[in-house]
């Protein structure tokens, strides 16, 4: 067996002399065992054989910048329980209404491209646990996620790695769908932590749009969404 | 036309791997899950050395860009630590997890290089485009899922494929420059080759 071993390497390999090559498939023909067994591996070296350079020497890596959250040791952080109405810092917007053509295009047809690989994960208390991932205008590090409450006219959203609020600026968190509708949810600051908990209640259910959206807004008096947005992920697991 | 040697005759005369190895069995894999699963940044960090390397080729290769694939690279990293509690070592080996993920974000990431219209007629040429980014995408993390498999086996085995496949060595060759026999060389090659059959085939049936 061991030679067998030993022969079918070599043949997939291309290492066999002809002569032993041509009595290696003679063998082949008459050993269905033996055919499997070789038939088995010819896609590995295939695969091998296919593997890019750089796959086989990948350069080195940044240095892992440590999530805001994981900085201080093993936190043992409790889940979130759901908080209830209003419970942060959350002022309510009126929806925007007008001036939005181009941002609706702009932002809605290329939502429908940016998020779709995006996945959530089950929560074990409730609702989906939804995955906010950092977009274009986002820093580095951002991120966030959504808790909705079990009978989605709540949600709890936790953000991280957000640039501190100024005088002049504030966070908007938005539904948004394809066809570029938007319902602004709620205003909210975020301090030199950079992190944020809101607690809101959802004058729709989620899933009739298809992402949450967080955007940086300009406190001029213009309610329309900025277009800079820095989080966004899919309202649905 | 042949390629350059790889710079690996130091550690291979005791068959070692030149990059971290993630031949580590299951249960420490779960361990390290669960230690995830508590916010142990140590085991973040763990992770990250034992991953972190491969993710990055693949993203560099997918994006084409170093500086958008480091970008990337600390969103996987960051969807790592803060999904741990959905990682079933069972299911699947870390390092495929890891590059799961990476093939998500790079998708995104390439997509989102697509223009935007501004013409709604011209939004079904995005979806194309946005398309076809994904299938190039998705063809290269198969063909890197390859090397989240190498990574699970016995140093021996996966130091000698390196040899092979990416040094272009012959059986022989790797024997005379090892000093180990030929028949341990095509004995641990077989092994090899039909460990990762075994574990494609396992992810498959997963």
């Known amino acids: 067996m061991s030679e067998t071993r030993d022969q079918i390497s070599s043949y997939l390999l291309g290492e066999l002399e002809p002569a032993e090559a041509s009595a290696f498939e003679r063998r082949l023909g008459e050993d269905p065992a033996l055919r499997a067994e070789v038939d088995g591996l010819r896609p590995v070296v295939a695969r091998l054989e296919q593997l890019p350079e750089e796959a086989w020497a990948p350069p080195e890596p940044p240095p892992l910048q440590m999530p805001a959250d994981a900085v201080e040791g093993p936190a043992a952080k409790p889940r979130r329980a759901w908080r209830g109405w209003l419970s942060g810092a959350l002022t309510l917007r009126p929806a925007a209404a007008g001036g939005l053509a181009a941002l609706l295009l702009a932002i809605g047809v290329a939502t429908g491209l940016l998020i779709g690989g995006g996945e959530s994960v089950g929560s074990q208390d409730g609702g989906p646990d939804l995955v906010l991932n950092r977009i274009d205008d986002g820093p580095a590090g951002a991120h966030g996620d959504v808790l909705l409450g079990g009978d989605e006219q709540h949600a709890s959203v936790e953000l991280a790695g957000l640039d501190p609020t100024g005088s002049d600026n504030f966070y908007e968190l938005w539904l948004l769908d394809d066809d570029g509708r938007m319902i602004a949810l709620g205003s909210f600051r975020v301090g030199d932590d950079g992190q944020a908990e809101v607690d809101l209640p959802l004058p729709v259910e989620p899933s009739r749009y298809r992402y949450f959206d967080v955007s940086l807004q300009q406190d001029n008096g213009d309610p329309a969404h900025s277009g800079v947005s820095v989080l966004r992920g899919p309202t649905s697991s | ?206």
């Not at chain 2, 030149?18 to 299951?26: E, F, I, K, L, N």
């Not at chain 2, 007629?121 to 290269?140: F, H, N, Y």
């Not at chain 2, 641990?188 to 574990?199: A, I, Q, S, V, W």
Request: glycine fraction near 6%.
């Open chain 2, 1 to 206: 036309m042949q390629r350059p040697r790889p710079p690996i005759a130091p550690r291979c005369a005791k068959m070692g791997w030149p990059m971290a190895v993630d031949a580590t069995p299951s249960r420490e894999q779960g361990r390290l899950a669960a230690r995830l699963r508590e916010r142990d940044p140590d085991a973040l960090r763990e992770v990250y050395e034992r991953c972190g390397r491969v993710s990055f080729g693949f993203l560099v290769k997918a994006l084409g860009d170093r500086g958008a694939a480091e970008d990337v690279q600390q969103q996987v990293f960051l969807e790592v630590w803060r999904r741990a509690p959905a990682y079933d070592p069972e299911r699947g080996s870390l390092l495929t997890w890891v590059m799961t993920i990476a093939r998500s974000r790079a998708i995104d990431h390439a997509r989102r290089r697509v223009p935007e219209p501004l013409d709604p007629d011209a939004a079904a040429s995005a979806a194309e485009s946005g398309s076809q980014v994904e299938s190039e995408v998705e063809a290269l993390a198969e063909r890197w899922r390859m090397r989240a498999l190498l990574e699970q086996l016995p140093e021996a085995e996966a130091a000698l494929l390196r040899l092979r496949f990416y040094g272009e060595l012959t059986q022989s060759e790797i024997a005379a420059r090892e000093d180990i026999p030929l028949g341990t060389v095509k004995t641990r090659m077989f092994n090899g080759l039909r460990r990762l059959r075994e574990m494609i085939d396992a992810e498959d049936e997963g």
